[in-house]
């Protein structure tokens, strides 16, 4: 049957609206909220850790509504949007007692993966104090890690959903668009890592990160129900070189265009970046092109 349109690279059937019509006309007092629900039910549309994917329906029943398919019961509230009004974090108290000494004589270090847990605030305002790009609110899943030496915190590690279309990484993992679409969930983006500014420890950086790789894919399997078989990130050389990602093991995939995902002019508009990725796994290819 042919596709009225795509959606996330699924195609959507007139057989597809006829059954989202049926659902909005047997639940007419229903929310478009309710509606997503109890598509997602309908359908079997669960994220790997159970979740329903109501937002994907959402979106999905919005598409065929601003296409004219099917018409959407009136909405009934607007939620603030986070992204577009963003408070910023407010600044906390930290020791800052300035930490030199040798990786060894540092003693041992702990990470807390502290995303939903009374120790995120202190995490996004030490990212807002001290990181040279802020703290931005992640999109889809993500983990925040919090590295303590004792009860000191020395660094934070931030990580989200990877980019859909990244032309560096997905020449370089040989990537179809459809196994792309299909398998771009089992990558995670290093969003920020930063080593607080009072802390000088030689060795630390790439220390700690490639602990933090190796930890990583059980780690989301805990939050999200799936592992993560590749790592990626982007590394601005006008302002570092990125020497503990490459002590590390990650490797040079390319650059970026400069452009962005939202570019419509295609014309670099910003700073060209290395983009880097590891391999979470021994058998990351075959995994990631199954």
């Not at 509504?65 to 910023?88: D, F, K, S, T």
């Not at 108290?93 to 003693?107: F, H, I, M, Y």
């Not at 990537?175 to 030689?202: D, K, M, S």
Request: glycine content about 6%; aromatic content about 10%; hydrophobic content about 40%.
């Amino acid at each position: 049957m042919e596709a009225l349109l795509r959606y996330r690279g699924r195609p959507v059937t007139a057989a597809d609206v006829h059954f989202i019509r049926k659902l909005i006309a047997t639940f007419p007092g229903e929310s478009r909220r309710r509606l997503s629900q109890k598509l997602c039910e309908a359908w079997g549309w669960r994220q790997a850790n159970g979740a329903p994917r109501d937002m994907v329906a959402r979106g999905l029943m919005l598409a065929l509504a601003r296409g004219g398919h099917i018409e959407l019961p009136a909405v009934r509230m607007r939620p603030r949007n986070p992204l577009a009004v963003r408070v910023r974090p407010f600044p906390v108290e930290v020791d800052r007692t300035p930490v030199s000494a040798s990786l060894p004589d540092l003693g041992s270090l702990h990470f807390r993966q502290v995303r939903r847990t009374p120790e995120e605030r202190r995490f996004n305002s030490l990212l807002e104090s001290h990181h040279y790009l802020g703290y931005s609110q992640p999109v889809g899943e993500q983990l925040k890690f919090m590295v303590y030496a004792g009860e000191r915190p020395v660094a934070l590690f931030a990580w989200s959903s990877a980019a859909r279309h990244l032309s560096p990484r997905d020449r370089y993992l040989g990537w179809h668009p459809e196994v792309r679409r299909r398998n771009v969930r089992f990558l995670a983006y290093n969003t920020r890592y930063l080593i607080l500014p009072w802390v000088g420890v030689p060795h630390l950086a790439s220390h700690l990160l490639s602990r933090m790789t190796r930890m990583l894919s059980a780690e989301w399997d805990k939050v999200y129900g799936h592992p993560v078989y590749f790592a990626e990130t982007f590394v601005d050389t006008t302002r570092h070189r990125g020497t503990c990602y490459r002590a590390a093991n990650w490797v040079m995939l390319g650059r970026t265009q400069g452009r962005g995902k939202d570019d419509l002019t295609h014309r670099p508009n910003r700073t060209l970046k290395d983009v880097l990725g590891l391999a979470l796994v021994p058998d990351f290819r075959e995994r990631l092109l199954s």
